[in-house]
């Protein structure tokens, strides 16, 4: 999958052997031979509950949702009128994404977060990023947070929601690799600020609402 434009291009053993379980476990949940834990059915409560306060109105803004999976995070920022790209390596659920909206605006395509199109650069007014940093272990770290932040056009919004662990904390097995406070700075390093910061409880140890902007 490299791009010869890509301005990642990245692509390596360490990030195959780190995405090449995802497309598989897509591909045995199409046949009902697994479940993706993390397809809740619909958009993200942590989506949709930041989007209302914000009262989000896209007006043709363009958008990008990074690791959009079966695709319900992007047909609901598309519903808040922004003009949305969202891409997963994973073929199979970029082809289920397109199923399930066959009649959403969103762009579903196939891309790798190490490998993105050059066009992609500083070219997202809302970057949403919901599960797939803590999805990738802690070495890729600085590269998933800057391949993302990169996205971000100036004046733009990058979201991220993500599980967190404490400073300091080692993570045993995974993947989820949650993040800790530290690791959320690494989405600093391209230039952008935190807005805002929310530690949200839950029964697994919480999550990082984060806001950055360029
Ligand atoms: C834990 S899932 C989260 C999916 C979705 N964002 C959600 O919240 O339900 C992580 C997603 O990131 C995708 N992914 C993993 N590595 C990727 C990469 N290098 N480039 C693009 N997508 C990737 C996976 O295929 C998977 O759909």
Known sequence: MTDPDGYGSHVDAET????GWFEPLYADAG???????????????YLTEWA?????DGKGAPALVVGCGLGDDAAYVAGLGFSVTAFDISPTAVEQARERFPDSAVRFEVADLF?????????YDLVIEIFTVQALPIALRPRVTGAIASTVAPGGTLLVVQRTRPEGATVDGGPPYPVSRSELDLFLADGLRLEQLEQLPDDRGGRWRAEFRR
Do not use: C, E, M, Y
Not at 34 to 42: E, L, T
Not at 115 to 123: I, K, N, S, V, Y
């Open 16 to 19: 195959a052997a780190a995405t």
């Open 115 to 123: 490998d993105l199109p050059a066009a992609w650069r500083q070219a």
């Open 31 to 45: 046949h009902g031979r697994a479940v993706v834990p993390w397809d809740a059915g619909g958009p993200s409560p």
């Open 52 to 56: 209302r306060a914000a009262g989000l």
